[in-house]
């Protein structure tokens, strides 16, 4: 039988196959340490928790909820807006709660695009930027991740000639997965070229409280003009260690939520109200859980960049994000991202997520999440270090290391 059409436009999800090996040796008794999946390890703070205990004991809350988040909850996110960038919303028109922002993403671009639309992605890129468009017929077509000269001469390429002309185009910063920053001038050109070609911008500010030197990351909306053709999605996914919560929001261009909101009218009835309400006390109340969160990955950062360096695998320095944006070693190459993040498991015992997962362009590097404590990413470096090592010796049957050398 042949594949359903939506299923059909789905390649084979890459990190399936990495995690599938991982699980694998476990099984087996190997001790794998998991820089892979982007899932916050530190809890949720405590007076978060507590909020939604107590909530949850009471006997009016478990029907069904707002789908586009209670009035309370899309209040904190305006009130957030406003002391972090200046920026004011209007809880009724410009806010949308969402079960988590790739949610949000799935159904905008349900809620927006046609057949045949042309939506212009960075490549490498989160998969549901891409995916979730071409799930609901679009056309993808990309463009570079890093914000600067070349990423403005794809997109006049894109207008001219693209048919139909792009009908947006999706932002990430910090990004995931290469943890490229944004500043303020960029945002600013980007919304003069939206509104000069009639474009929407859908920016994804997942990470915009993960930043490690003093410079916050800016909202497109702190932009003049940008609430004309923006809308942003931020999470407390990775803000307040609240993945497993399924808790974001869309903010922006009225009519973009209009039709984001209706979308979600007929597809769910919003978050269990007890998170939507703890969510709201995360929001409004002390904020100092976000600069230790801050710190501890900051430390991560500085351990797995010192550790992996001595033990020669040299990794760039994230300015902000969870991750870390690797080159494979000169040596593996020409294995692809996938082979050599299977290698790592199998001879390392350290998972990473294969670049190519984010995209094609995103072969040459691994993803690595700082996920772990300092004490397991030292584990994993010298367990790289040992690997490294040997590989000469131990790997002529897997790998050409010899000629991948010349």
Not at 17 to 30: C, D, F, H, T
Not at 130 to 154: D, K, N, T, Y
Not at 367 to 395: G, S
Request: charged share 20%; net charge neutral; hydrophobic share 45%.
């Amino acid at each position: 039988m042949s594949e359903f059409h939506s299923v059909r436009r789905l390649p084979q999800y890459v990190f399936e196959q990495v995690n599938r090996l991982k699980a694998s040796a476990r099984a087996a008794g190997a001790d794998i340490i998991d820089l892979g999946m982007g899932n916050p390890d530190l809890p949720t703070p405590q007076h978060i928790v507590q909020k939604l205990a107590e909530t949850a004991g009471r006997p009016d809350v478990h029907g069904y909820s707002a789908s586009r988040g209670i009035n309370g909850l899309r209040k904190a996110q305006a009130a957030y807006y406003e002391r972090r960038f200046g920026v004011k919303l209007d809880p009724n028109t410009q806010i949308v709660a969402t079960i988590g922002s790739k949610e949000g993403f799935a159904n905008m671009a349900q809620a927006i695009t046609a057949p045949g639309d042309v939506i212009l992605v960075p490549n490498p890129s989160y998969p549901i930027h891409a995916f979730g468009f071409l799930m609901a017929g679009g056309v993808i077509r990309s463009v570079p991740v890093e914000p600067g000269p070349e990423f403005f001469h794809a997109m006049e390429r894109a207008v001219m000639h693209s048919i139909p002309k792009p009908l947006a185009v999706v932002l990430c910063y910090p990004s995931n997965p290469t943890a490229h920053v944004a500043d303020l001038d960029f945002y600013r050109d980007v919304v003069a070229f939206a509104r000069k070609h009639d474009l929407f911008v859908l920016s994804d500010l997942a990470y915009a409280e993960i930043y490690f030197d003093d410079f916050p990351p800016p909202s497109i909306l702190q932009v003049p003009g940008a609430m004309d053709v923006a809308v942003e999605f931020t999470s407390m996914s990775k803000t307040y260690s609240m993945a497993g919560w399924r808790m974001g929001f869309a903010v922006g261009n009225e009519r973009l939520i209009a039709a984001l909101s209706r979308v979600k009218s007929y597809l769910d009835y919003g978050a269990y109200t007890p998170i939507q309400v703890a969510a709201t006390t995360a929001l409004n109340g002390p904020q100092d859980c976000i600069e230790e969160m801050r710190q501890i990955y900051k430390h991560r950062r500085d351990v797995l960049v010192d550790s992996f360096g001595r033990a020669g695998w040299q990794i760039p320095a994230p300015r902000a994000s969870m991750f870390a944006w690797v080159p494979i070693p000169d040596a593996f190459k020409s294995m692809g991202s996938l082979e050599f993040s299977k290698l790592l498991i199998e001879k390392a015992d350290v998972a990473v997520a294969p670049g190519v997962g984010f995209g094609e362009h995103g072969d040459d590097y691994v993803r690595i999440a700082l996920v772990e404590n300092e004490q397991r990413i030292r584990q994993a470096a010298r367990n790289v270090r040992r690997f490294l090592e040997t590989a000469d010796k131990t790997l002529h049957n897997v790998v050409p290391i010899s000629s991948a050398r010349r």
